[in-house]
């Protein structure tokens, strides 16, 4: 039995206007909801501020320095910077805040955003990998198993390296705004 134009158009146009409809929704979805996604992670962010940075009660953006705030106690002094850094993971990239007191103390870590894999890269999340970072920085960090002291997560090196990389840049822009005055916006 042979099909005829008929046969083969009228269910073709039908998928079309299907995927045409579902199209436009997401698109109207996603125009709707971009500025209040883009609010909470903004808020997201200001709160994690004071999670890798606790001395601090207010934050300036640091001119010159887009991924960088300059923290302030309550009566104005300041006490360190935060920092965020992308890295490439295992899973995509991974972006991390840093802070880092005026002793050059890493005083906390924090992922923000990941695509590692549950139940491996993601660990890297677990406070228990995050805490290794709380140290005086002297110089680079790096993983065990390239001759450094941070323990990576099992089965998760790769993830671990990037996180590693991303708290050695955050350190490299602090050494940067130390050697330019360190001054906020």
């Known amino acids: ?40 992670s903004a808020q997201n962010e200001a709160e994690q501020r004071k999670v890798v940075l606790p001395a601090a009660e207010t934050f300036e953006q640091v001119t010159g320095h887009d991924n960088a705030f300059a923290g302030y106690t309550p009566d104005g002094t300041l006490c360190g910077f935060v920092f965020t850094e992308k890295e490439k993971g295992y899973g995509g990239e991974i972006t991390v805040m840093v802070g ?18 549950p139940g491996l890269g993601a660990n890297v999340t677990k406070d228990k990998f995050l805490e290794q970072y709380k140290q005086n920085m002297t110089g680079e960090l790096s993983v065990t198993k390239d001759g450094g002291t941070i323990d990576a ?15 050695n840049a955050a350190y490299a822009d602090y050494k940067a705004i130390i050697s330019e005055g360190g001054m906020a916006a």
């Open 100 to 117: 880092i007191d005026t002793a050059a103390n890493v005083t906390g870590v924090s992922i923000l955003e990941h695509g590692e894999t």
């Open 153 to 167: 997560v099992t089965g998760a090196t790769i993830s671990s390296r990037a996180v590693t990389r991303a708290v």
């Open 1 to 40: 039995m042979k099909a005829s134009t008929k046969d083969i158009l009228i269910p073709t146009l039908s998928l079309f206007l299907i995927c045409l409809v579902v199209t436009a929704l997401l698109a109207v979805t996603n125009h709707k909801t971009a500025p209040l996604i883009a609010e909470i």
